[in-house]
């Protein structure tokens, strides 16, 4: 099984995690800030449920800006040239067919950062992303859920455009 990099990226990917770093440094914390302020204008803090609970979302901002800090610091972006138009790869975009309804869908191979199933892009740590890294359109790969065993035929395998 080809070995997990996660700290390879797509360029979306990338930009996404630029953007959210730069909004949570700006925006966010300027939020927080006006928040902490109001709450110690109402005097007492030692039963300030506001104060608290502006306290804890700068913590919780300040831990995700450090997260994605230390991600960025070792992040590279996936070079077309490592994606491959004959096996699936990390960024590869995907076409599969469930063999049971034949329905097909398409998918990109991201890192776990960068996963999102909304945005069809499914992690190559997630129980399908694993079992399809490295295989051949027309391989069929099965997929163990809760639900059960799925199979799955690589219809398709791409690179972005």
Do not use: W
Request: aromatic residues 4%; without cysteine.
């Amino acid at each position: 099984m080809p070995e997990i990099e996660k700290n390879a990226f797509t360029v979306e990917g990338l930009k996404r995690l630029q953007d959210e770093l730069a909004d949570r440094k700006t925006t966010k914390s300027a939020e927080i800030s006006e928040r902490l302020k109001d709450a110690r204008a109402q005097g007492d803090l030692s039963e300030n449920s506001e104060y608290d609970d502006a306290k804890e979302a700068q913590a919780k901002n300040e831990s995700r800006i450090a997260e994605l800090e230390d991600l960025l610091k070792n992040a590279r972006v996936i070079d077309d040239e490592e994606i491959s138009k004959t096996k699936v790869t990390l960024g590869s975009f995907v076409s599969l067919r469930d063999e049971e309804t034949k329905e097909e869908a398409e998918y990109s191979l991201v890192n776990a950062n960068e996963e999102d199933i909304f945005q069809n892009r499914i992690s190559q740590e997630s129980p399908v992303g694993k079992e399809i890294i490295g295989k051949k359109k027309g391989q069929i790969v099965e997929v163990s859920t809760p639900r059960g065993t799925l199979k799955y035929k690589i219809v398709k395998i791409g690179k972005p455009t």
